[in-house]
């Protein structure tokens, strides 16, 4: 994923969204005229917001989980959810 702009794995679009992410995760001035131009190429402005919202949401509840030290396959308390899906097993 840290190499995401030279892989064949990912369209224009999707390498759009990555720099995007990258800018709300690491490093704001990324934010510029041009990636702004190609988010714009790619995505409405009601899908920006939408993605913006879900990269950051996201993060955060990353970061939540990490900061309560809960990793993959835990369980959470007294229930029965885990992180990982049922069927991953």
């Known amino acids: 994923m840290l190499r995401f702009?030279?892989?064949?794995?990912?369209?224009?679009?999707?390498?759009?969204?990555l720099r995007y992410t990258s800018a709300i995760l690491w490093d704001s001035s990324i934010a510029?005229?041009?990636?702004?131009?190609?988010?714009?190429?790619?995505?409405?402005?009601p899908e920006l917001v939408e993605l913006g919202f879900f990269i950051a949401l996201t993060s955060g509840q990353q970061r939540w989980i990490k900061t309560?030290?809960?990793g993959h396959r835990e369980v959470l308390g007294d229930t029965q959810v885990g992180l990982a899906a049922a069927d991953s097993e």
């Open 5 to 17: 702009e030279d892989s064949d794995r990912f369209d224009d679009r999707q390498k759009a969204a």
């Open 32 to 45: 510029d005229d041009d990636l702004w131009a190609q988010l714009h190429a790619y995505f409405t402005e």
């Open 68 to 70: 309560l030290g809960i």
